[in-house]
């Protein structure tokens, strides 16, 4: 069982950057892959970025490469996404969520535990 809490959100001009934070229990963390996901109000939730048990593989949509970042730190049981050059289209509610088979996927149906999201506002 991993249960997951997510911190970090808020809100900022467009351009400036925040960093999300997804704390997490149980002695298991390093073994889940860990992905980040952001649902805005009345869209389906959407694939943002994964990475991989050990850190050392990630994947970004398409629509956010290049400006956010998705690291963890097993000692801290932590996951991370930094987010830079913000825009308002990346306005939504951030959820962090883990994934047993440890590796990479953008698929909402493989992840086994979700945390309870953080509101991330862009203003233009």
């Known amino acids: 069982q991993v249960q997951l809490v997510e911190s970090g959100g808020g809100l900022v001009q467009a351009g400036g950057s925040l960093r999300l934070s997804c704390a997490a229990s149980?002695?298991?963390?390093?073994?889940?892959?860990m992905g980040w996901f952001r649902q805005a109000p009345g869209a389906e939730r959407e694939f943002v970025a994964t990475i991989s048990w050990s850190g050392g593989s990630t994947y970004y949509a398409d629509s956010v490469k290049g400006r956010f970042t998705i690291s963890r730190d097993n000692a801290k049981n932590t996951v991370y996404l930094q987010m830079n050059s913000l825009k308002p289209e990346d306005t939504a509610v951030y959820y962090c969520a883990a994934h047993d088979s440890g590796t990479l996927s953008v698929s909402y149906y493989e992840y086994d535990y979700w945390g309870q999201g953080t509101q991330v506002t862009v203003s233009s």
């Open positions: 149980g002695r298991t963390f390093s073994s889940y892959a």
